[in-house]
T-cell receptor, first 111, second 115 residues
């Protein structure tokens, strides 16, 4: 599985746009990039998945450059309720099919 | 609601005992994953099943075992419990192993307390 690197923590204020970047230099050709959100004592929740360029849904956008060695999760106009840990995963569909979570990025949104 | 059901929600048991955690995946999902999350720790991957067969193993202790039944529900068995086994245990399911539809949906977890 491709290893991912993301910031340990980020701070933001309500109403701001937050961009969390994940590096995955060894991403394989058939790997998808998936982001999850986790609140304390809850299971992770799927946010968005993409393969290349840009993907947008009702909660976030995912930007993937042409070389796919990194990706950026963009959360528009965050609120206090977006305070959570965000995980970037690649290779979830790899040969072993298992999901390995790193330490994630702890986002703190302040009023 | 993710569609993944875990029972029980809470479990308190004594050291040395054996417990079984149950997971019902989303309808149609063939892959089931089990994770352990201790207080303020990351998600530790334990084991994965796909359509009844073990697919991948992570940091699962020999005292732990799991299986996926023909109806696709899964059970995680924890035996000879120790205080350090106290944690949240999550189950997740996904439709596919590769490509699209690999996003996983997590249950609400079982909080195990060993006293």
């Amino acid at each position: 599985l491709a290893k991912t690197t993301q910031p340990i923590s980020m701070d933001s204020y309500e109403g701001q746009e937050v961009n969390i970047t994940c590096s995955h230099n060894n991403i394989a050709t058939n790997d998808y990039i998936t982001w999850y959100q986790q609140f304390p004592s809850q299971g992770p929740r799927f946010i968005i998945q993409g393969y290349k360029t840009k993907v947008t849904n009702e909660v976030a956008s995912l930007f993937i450059p042409a070389d796919r060695k990194s990706s950026t999760l963009s959360l528009p106009r965050v609120s206090l309720s977006d305070t959570a840990v965000y995980y970037c995963l690649v290779g979830v569909g790899g040969s072993q099919g298992n999901l390995i979570f790193g330490k994630g990025t702890k986002l703190s949104v302040k009023p | 609601d993710s569609g993944v059901t875990q029972t029980p929600k809470h479990l308190i048991t004594a050291t040395g005992q054996r417990v079984t955690l149950r997971c019902s995946p989303r309808s149609g999902d063939l892959s089931v994953y089990w994770y352990q999350q201790s207080l303020d720790q990351g998600l530790q991957f334990l084991i994965q099943y796909y359509n009844g067969e073990e697919r991948a193993k992570g940091n699962i202790l020999e005292r732990f075992s799991a299986q996926q039944f023909p109806d696709l529900h899964s059970e995680l068995n924890l035996s000879s419990l120790e205080l350090g086994d106290s944690a949240l245990y999550f189950c997740a399911s996904s439709a596919s192993l590769q490509g699209k539809d690999t996003e996983a949906f997590f249950g609400q977890g079982t909080r195990l307390t060993v006293v």
